[in-house]
């Protein structure tokens, strides 16, 4: 288990902050994603996870072990447990595939034979048992990566780090990386921390998940929640501006999995079983790990709304009454 408390770190060049107040658990098996938009952190954190880099207050405690007390030589032996990909795949270009592989084992001495047998076993495991010896200028990106998993998953680590690993792949590439790690996290209980800026690579591979924004937690949870929650730091990091909701009546948001075209039939039927017409602010379906999810937000005003939550209750929907004052406003208040 990964345990973050109120970890800060400052840039000791110039004193500036980069992280501040973290506080997280990463349970073992988790595919966590580390989210925010570009200079919020989320790799600082990764790295200071597996002792790239320190961090002045607060702890970070690996299986019960807190990483900035490690000594040199315990952070080495630390770090044969963490894996690490990175978005730029850092394979060397002169050796081949099979020997890009074999690094790490070399580098701890391990038997020839011992290698030979993990090395062929890791490129059957991510396809890439034909390659074995094409140097890496001649593979694709997503071909790169799989090579880079498989020299990650040399030791047998207990935790994987990926760097905004699918940042440099076409979206299709993207899902067979994703789909492939999935796969190893299934068949090994291995836990994955992702680092990202794509909501795709969330919605699509992760469990769980922590919105960085400025160097602190905006959002943090499991990512089910996150979507139906659809909190403003989701929302500004997909780029969608803050909604301007009306002052009057209760704006309810409603989030559900889509389960084909009765459902968007369901505000039609709300209103004619309660004979009651609402307007609807807001709507829009977003793909769900095998699912799409909807999101409305609609206005009820205060006769009806009992009815209505009542009405969402019972049908077991995921519903929520939204602050109707903005970020500027709320700001204006204090
Ligand atoms: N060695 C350093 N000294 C001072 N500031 C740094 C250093 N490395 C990174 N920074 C700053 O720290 C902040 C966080 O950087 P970090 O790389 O963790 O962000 P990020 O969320 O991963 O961004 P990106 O998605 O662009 O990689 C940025 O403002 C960056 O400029």
Redesign the pocket.
Known sequence: MIEINNLKKI?E??G?S?LEGINLKIEDGDIYALV????????????CINGLTSYQEGSLKVDGCEVKDLKEKELREFRRHVGMIFQQFSLLERQTVYQNVALPMQCWKYKKEEIDRKVRELLELVGMSDKMNAKPRNLSGGQKQRVAIARALTMDPKILLC??ATSALDPKTTNSILELLMEINAKTGITVVI?T?QMEVVRKACNKACI?EG?RIADEGSVREIFIKQPQSLRRLLGEEEMKLPKTGHNIQIAHLVNGLEDGELFGKMSRDLDYVFPILDGKIMEYQNDHMGIFVINVDDEHLDAVTDYLTQRDFNWHELENLSKEEKEGEK
């Open positions: 840039w060049d110039d500036s980069v925010g938009r570009s200079g919020a952190g989320k790799s600082t954190l990764l790295r760097d905004e680092v800026h960085l160097g």
